[in-house]
Nanobody
Framework: QVQLVESGGGLVQPGGSLRLSCAAS????????MGWYRQAPEKERELVAS???????HYVDSVKGRFTISRDNAKSTTYLQMNSLKPEDTAVYYC???????????WGQGTQVTVSS
């Protein structure tokens, strides 16, 4: 079993920055992929960015050049640095991890990000 705890959400003005953190604990070993998803009201949850345990990253087009995903494997923690935030970035942001064989997927509880003046 794996537990994920997100932190760092909040209210920020357009153009501002926030840094989200997601700490994983439990049975984490071997290769895995950690990701950030978001879900805005009345919209489907979408992948924002992901990073593998060997550092390969992926971003959705709408955040490229503004968001940066990183991870500290020693701390089993992933970060999402969000710059130049826009109102359309407003959503609940969820962290997840995919690992194991067969693959298992775990989710955090989510953290609210609101971009508004």
């Amino acid at each position: 079993q794996v537990q994920l705890v997100e932190s760092g959400g909040g209210l920020v003005q357009p153009g501002g920055s926030l840094r989200l953190s997601c700490a994983a604990s439990g049975s984490i070993g071997g290769r895995n992929v950690m990701g950030w998803y978001r879900q805005a009201p009345e919209k489907e949850r979408e992948l924002v960015a992901s990073i593998s345990s060997d550092g390969n990253t992926h971003y959705v087009d709408s955040v490229k050049g503004r968001f940066t995903i990183s991870r500290d494997n020693a701390k089993s923690t992933t970060y999402l640095q969000m710059n130049s935030l826009k109102p359309e970035d407003t959503a609940v942001y969820y962290c997840n991890i995919v690992l194991g064989n067969p693959l298992s997927l775990f989710w955090g509880q989510g953290t609210q990000v609101t971009v508004s003046s």
